[in-house]
């Protein structure tokens, strides 16, 4: 009887691990893409729609031509034409690096202990999900903005755009915050599986449980 107690646990334990490890490969290919979009939101200036034919983001201002190739001016560097979403910028780039330290900590897998790594990966990733939505929330706060009004009309304000319209960068950086809470959610999980798998002699959360012989 013990014997084959120790077998449907060994068994068990082997479609655990197996699961875990499915189930890590795709956080870790979830969160490579997540980098990339972060990527993209910060240097899309497709933010905001304007009424004429052309876009803005946090530090360029794009007008379409005839040519299909938009005309567009401003730099990251000095955060011109619009000084005024320089806050939001900042938040974004965080919430970029943050995300790219997680990425790279993907490769110490294989020298560190899985469990330490996916927490670390998990705060990471929540902090760079609150960032983001700091920008997310900075960003219309930030359009009563001389630039702003003569971009979308006089009725810009604060949490409004006037005659523009939300663009698809902006929509995209939304999603990031919802990804980046469900990736770290998801790390911390996997980070608490780990611990799970540990032996008892290496795990300090599992001294003092009974194993599946009853003892001690």
């Not at 560190?112 to 927490?119: F, L, M, P, V």
């Not at 915050?177 to 300090?204: E, K, M, W, Y």
Request: charged share 10%; proline share 4%; hydrophobic share 50%.
């Amino acid at each position: 009887m013990q014997l084959e107690s120790q077998e449907v646990a060994k068994l068990y334990q082997t479609e655990f691990i197996r699961n875990a490890r499915a189930v890590g490969v795709l956080w870790a290919v979830c969160t490579l893409c997540f980098a990339v979009i972060e990527v993209v939101i910060l240097i899309q200036p497709s933010w905001v729609q304007m009424p004429q034919s052309g876009y803005f983001g946090l530090y360029e201002i794009c007008i379409e031509t005839d040519w299909m190739v938009p005309e567009c001016k401003g730099s990251l560097a000095s955060l011109s034409p619009i000084p005024a979403f320089k806050t939001a910028a900042v938040f974004i780039c965080m919430s970029l690096v943050m995300v790219w330290i997680s990425v790279g900590c993907l490769f110490l897998f294989r020298f560190c202990n899985s469990a330490t790594i996916y927490k670390v990966c998990a705060w990471l990733q929540l902090s760079a999900g609150f960032c983001l939505a700091v920008a997310c929330l900075v960003f219309p706060d930030s359009l009563d903005t001389p630039e702003v009004h003569t971009l979308c009309g006089n009725g810009v304000g604060s949490f409004s755009l006037g005659r523009c319209s939300v663009h698809w960068a902006f929509v995209l950086a939304i999603l990031g915050v919802l990804d980046a809470f469900i990736l770290s959610t998801l790390a911390f999980v996997l980070g608490n599986r780990q611990d799970a798998l540990l032996p008892q002699d290496f795990n300090p959360h599992a001294k003092g449980k009974v194993n599946i012989n009853g003892n001690i």
